[in-house]
């Protein structure tokens, strides 16, 4: 009994057992605060498991990305990465992202991302599919670096109501 609990206990500590708190891989990804009860939705892959929750792409030549997100009480994510001008334009038209206003404030962004954004950042608001999204971009290098907030309210839309 004894030895099939070592057993056991060696397989999970190295890997060769899936722990229902399993450790994400992607390098990208913030840490969570939450450490080990980390609540994710099947692998917290970005590209795959992600962002078609929000029914929303990258923009083109997004890179240096990182990312993290949090799904109680609401799933959110939280997306940091540098992209052309042109890009990012393209992006807002195509989500309807109008600028804003930061009198009610900047987004909460969980410490352990250490996102410092600048006063002078442009900030960009709209819904999309049950989705509310927030862009934050500092335009004073190209490529500009940008903070991304997409948060779901409800279950996406089909691609065809798209």
Not at 9 to 26: H, T, V
Not at 71 to 81: A, C, D, K, S
Request: hydrophobic letters at 35%; aromatic letters at 12%; a negative charge.
């Amino acid at each position: 009994m004894l030895a099939a609990l070592l057993l056991g206990l060696m397989l999970l500590c190295c890997g060769c057992l899936n722990p229902p708190w399993k450790r994400f891989s992607d390098s990208r990804q913030y840490p969570h605060a939450d450490g080990p009860f980390h609540i994710s939705y099947r692998d917290d892959d970005l590209e795959r498991d992600l962002l078609p929750i929000y029914g929303v792409d990258l923009p083109c030549g997004a890179a240096n990305l990182r990312y993290g997100n949090l799904q109680e009480p609401i799933n959110q994510l939280y997306l940091r990465f540098t992209a052309p001008a042109a890009c990012l334009e393209r992006f807002r038209t195509t989500y309807r992202l109008a600028p804003g206003s930061t009198r009610y404030g900047m987004p909460d962004v969980p410490a352990e991302y250490g996102w410092r954004i600048s006063s002078s950042a442009r900030l960009y608001r709209g819904d999309f599919d049950d989705n509310e999204i927030t862009l934050l971009v500092e335009d004073t290098a190209e490529p500009q670096t940008a903070y991304l907030l997409l948060e779901r309210w409800g279950a996406p839309r089909s691609p065809a109501d798209r």
